[in-house]
């Protein structure tokens, strides 16, 4: 698979296959995790406009990046055109993001609640004033992440592209499924051409990615100038580099040993240097541990004894009691 570089605004991705942005998933450890293993962007977790504007020390915690994350994008969310606009002055005055991205894509329940994420899609109109708005309001290229459609009833995702890229966006990424279906079925591709096809801007194809078949699938049939990846990614960060090369092997019980205790190590780091600046009831360490806890469910998924360990994870709070646990399970594969 042929993959060119993408450029937008000030902002070049010399191989376009990045990480999505993901509530839970993907902080600066996992982020670093997955540029090592070549991700050609990355984007922050899913971060509340609202939460920014409130001064949300926990927010703000979401927005805590890497000298690796480059290129890297602030991801944002939010229903209010003034605390979208506030929080990208404020991820732009940070001044250690590459560009903005605006979430009109998220299906959680309670973001939708809110006429947030998702929810913007069955408003188009507002998705034109936020990002016009956030356009104006900074110099950082804008992008949006979108879907096809909120459900059936509300499917015009050729107006949403319009609507998106006539407000100004420089980029815009285009998950497959309609929001109702969350992860369920398998991506459009036939709508993320049609979509490809309407607008001049760059587009990121994203949707049903766990294999780099999958990657070369969506570029074939779609068109799109590159792919975004989420889920595909928990867990098996090699992905990255087997899209780029897929003669490469997937990787050993070695590798799968290596990066897992590199990534809690990185958690671990990354909760001691913000400890200052964080009010945690828990030890840098023992945070690391909690929140490490669904990635390493992945990165074991099809082990013998993978049950088992993650029955008595949570009472393990030391990198070097889940490290034997670990190496107990890798030696019954």
């Known amino acids: 698979m042929m993959l060119s570089p993408v450029q937008f605004g000030n902002v070049t991705i010399d191989f376009p296959v990045v990480l999505a942005p993901m509530a839970g998933y993907t902080d600066a450890a996992f982020r670093s995790i997955c540029k090592d293993h070549g991700a050609g962007a990355c984007y922050t977790e899913v971060t509340s406009a609202e939460g920014i504007r409130r001064d949300s020390q926990k927010t703000f ?17 939010g229903k209010s055109v003034e605390a979208m606009v506030a929080a990208a002055r404020y991820i732009e ?26 929810a913007l899609m069955k408003e188009p109109q507002e998705i034109g004033q936020i990002v016009r708005a956030v356009k104006k309001a900074v110099s950082l290229p804008v992008s949006v992440k979108t879907r096809i459609g909120f459900s059936p009833a509300f499917p015009d995702h050729l107006t949403i592209a319009k609507i998106i890229e006539d407000a100004g966006a420089d980029m815009i990424a285009v ?12 991506a459009d591709l036939e709508k993320l051409g049609e979509i490809k096809q309407a607008v001049k801007v760059p587009m990121f194809g994203n949707g049903g990615v766990f294999a780099p078949e999958d990657a070369a699938e969506m570029v074939r049939v779609s068109g799109v100038d590159g792919v975004m990846i989420g889920r595909g990614a928990v867990g098996n960060p090699w992905l990255f580099e087997q899209i780029k090369d897929p003669a490469m092997l ?17 958690l671990v780091e990354l909760n001691i240097a913000a400890a200052p600046r964080r009010k945690n ?4 360490e023992q945070a690391a541990c909690l ?15 993978r049950r088992e360990l993650m029955q008595h994870l949570n009472a393990m709070h030391e990198v070097t009691t889940i490290m034997n646990a670990v190496d107990a399970v890798l030696e019954q594969n």
């Open 93 to 118: 005055q940070l001044g250690c993001f590459d560009w903005i991205d605006i979430n009109c894509g998220c299906p959680v329940r309670k973001v939708v609640r809110r006429g947030a994420g998702a």
């Open 250 to 266: 997937g990787p050993t019980l070695g590798d799968r040993r290596n990066v897992i205790e590199q990534h809690l190590q990185r």
């Open 61 to 77: 915690q979401l927005l805590e990046v890497s000298g690796i994350d480059h290129p890297i994008a602030g991801h944002i969310f």
């Open 291 to 305: 929140t490490f806890r669904p990635h390493l469910a992945q990165y074991l998924k099809g082990l013998r004894g």
């Open 175 to 186: 998950h497959g499924r309609l929001a109702c279906n969350f992860h369920k079925g398998d």
């Open 281 to 284: 009831k828990y030890e840098p």
